[in-house]
């Protein structure tokens, strides 16, 4: 990016500077032709008639002199005004066109949502808005909006400082062969060649990305909806459902890393108990299917253990959801299944974003994910490929920015409309087009 911007710079000044060479070297040679003259002049004057000399030069000469400096000068300009305005359209403009387009989508578009337009709207926009009353400034609404921006700025801040520049190096290094030397990082660029080698020479990392796609597509929903089914089961009435709260969040803080080695360390995760497991499964299931089910049991068993967030997400969401709808819609002779999906699930639905969200980035980078050690391999290696691994990061993160667009796409009902809408189109040309021929054949 520096290497575009430093070209475009290169540029700029390298006309500015030509157009000021050119400009002066003008000057000077009819400065240099004007004074040749005058003292040419002057001097023929002192041997002929010098009046009849000065009024040649003060009626023909001069006039000649002035209407050619003043015609270079003006259309000179026009020239170099012309040259701006054509930097202006072609660089400035496609540049702003093309950060524009990238804003358009994730996760610029996110930032742009929740960070840029919510400070626009508390900060500059009042001041160029007019009240009912005449008066301009922030209003009440505003006002509690700016409050609770300035609680969140510490994070936005943290977020601007120490996100945004480690990605945006992260992507310059992508880009470049980085060779490190004690302390000191020396870059050469090569363009996509590290993305290249990585999609058709690295089996490995695509091959495990192509696992991790297709894990969390089909773990996702799974885990969404058995955690609505348990947070709906603690959220009733029962005894005991801060202990069972407690049970099922209880996998999330034992999962990480340095506990379980602590607790591996110490005899806590004894192996003697898996073993127990283990036989008393062979004991129950034929032998034919053990394989078949143990694979089941342990993809069971990791569901159920990334359920703890989202569950406990799903029972706040709960928790708030005013009684007297469930009442009223009782009264009007809806069921239990009718009030979820008319009462609940558009309640929840806040909690289903933030849960896809938090599962997909918990996939992506637990302790004993297999990409994390391909990227970290490469990173460590002997020739220390930094830009070889920021590439491989690059493509992941944005394999994880697809997965969950593509999931929040689809939990909220946008493909099931478009297919809808796209249907409808469909039926109404087909009837226009019968309405046509019917016109046609009377």
């Known amino acids: 990016m520096t290497r575009i911007v430093d070209f475009f710079k290169g540029i700029i000044n390298g006309y500015f500077k030509i157009c000021g060479f050119a400009i002066n070297g003008i000057e000077w040679f009819f400065i240099t032709i004007a004074k040749g003259i005058w003292y040419g002049i002057r001097f023929a004057s002192v041997l002929l008639n010098r009046y009849v000399l000065i009024h040649i030069y003060t009626f023909v000469i001069s006039p000649i002199y002035r209407f050619i400096i003043y015609n270079i000068y003006k259309y000179f300009i026009r020239f170099i005004i012309m040259g701006i305005v054509w930097i202006y359209r072609t660089v400035i ?31 500059l926009k009042p001041l160029f808005t007019r009240h009912q009353n005449g008066r301009r400034g922030l209003t009440m609404e505003q006002k509690k909006a700016a409050t609770g921006y300035a609680f969140t700025s510490p994070f936005i801040v943290g977020l601007l400082g120490l996100v945004l520049y480690p990605l945006g190096r992260i992507i310059y290094m992508s880009f470049n062969n980085v060779i490190q030397y004690q302390t000191e ?77 602590n607790m591996s360390e110490y005899g806590g995760m004894d192996i003697n108990l898996s073993f127990f497991v283990i036989d008393v499964i062979t004991t129950i299931v034929p032998e034919f299917a053990l394989d078949l089910f143990m694979e089941l049991f342990g993809i069971i068993i990791e569901i159920l253990w990334y359920t703890g967030v989202p569950i406990l997400i799903f029972l706040a969401m709960l928790q708030k959801v005013d009684k007297s709808l469930y009442e009223a819609a009782s009264i009007d002779g809806a069921n239990s299944w009718s009030m979820f999906w008319k009462i609940t699930l558009p309640i929840i639905s806040p909690a289903i974003t933030v849960s896809i969200i938090f599962i997909v980035v918990f996939l992506g980078n637990f302790d004993g994910n297999p990409i994390n050690g391909i990227i970290n391999d490469s990173r460590t290696a002997f020739d220390r490929r930094e830009g070889y691994a920021s590439a491989m990061a690059l493509i992941y993160t944005f394999v994880q920015i697809l997965v969950i667009t593509i999931l929040l796409f689809i939990s909220n009902g946008q493909l099931r409309r478009t297919l809808l809408g796209k249907n409808r189109k469909k039926k109404l040309l087909s009837k226009s087009q019968k309405l046509a021929l019917e016109s046609k054949g009377a």
Request: charged letters at 15%; zero cysteines; a positive charge.
């Open 93 to 123: 403009v496609n540049i702003g066109r093309f950060i524009l387009f990238l804003f358009k989508y994730p996760p610029l578009s996110w930032i742009k949502r929740f960070i840029l337009y919510p400070l626009y709207k508390v900060t």
């Open 185 to 261: 990082f020396t870059y050469q660029w090569v363009g996509i060649e590290n993305f290249r080698r990585i999609l058709q020479v690295d089996i490995d990392f695509v091959l495990e990305v192509q696992n991790f796609i297709v894990r969390v597509l089909l773990f996702t929903p799974v885990i969404i909806t058995l955690a609505i089914i348990i947070a709906m089961l603690l959220n009733q009435s029962i005894k005991g459902k801060g202990f069972f709260r407690m049970i099922f969040f209880l996998p999330i803080i034992i999962l990480n890393g340095e506990l379980l080695a």
